[in-house]
């Protein structure tokens, strides 16, 4: 699979020669839940309102991901494949088709560190 350059802009700090490429332990979703509490914590210490992203569905990522991989590259196939469906795009229209512009898709592949 291949890894997108913005991907790999935000993660070269984190690069090594070798070991884990993940952590262990608490689940990823654990983990995100945990982050996100920290981030949000932060916000409304500076007084700014943050319920959005106390209240971020858990896989709003993934599914950010998705509709801006097909919105900017135009494969379905490709996208669904990354996603790790299956041979059915049942899945994926239902989810991701058609969902964003393809200039929000482009700017969102630009964001970097």
Known sequence: MKIADNLAAWLAPYAKKNGPV???????????????????????????????????PQDCMRHTYATFH?????????????????????????HYLNRAREPEAKAFWQILP
Do not use: M
């Not at 920290?38 to 409304?44: H, R, S």
């Not at 041979?87 to 994926?92: C, D, E, K, P, Q």
């Open 22 to 56: 993940s952590v262990k332990g608490d689940s990823y979703y654990t983990r995100l839940q945990r982050a996100r509490d920290t981030a949000a914590d932060k916000l409304e210490a500076g007084k700014v309102d943050a319920i959005s992203l106390r209240l971020w």
């Open 70 to 94: 097909y919105a900017a590259f135009k494969s379905a196939g490709d996208t669904a494949h990354q996603l790790g469906h299956g041979g059915s795009l049942r899945t994926f229209q239902r």
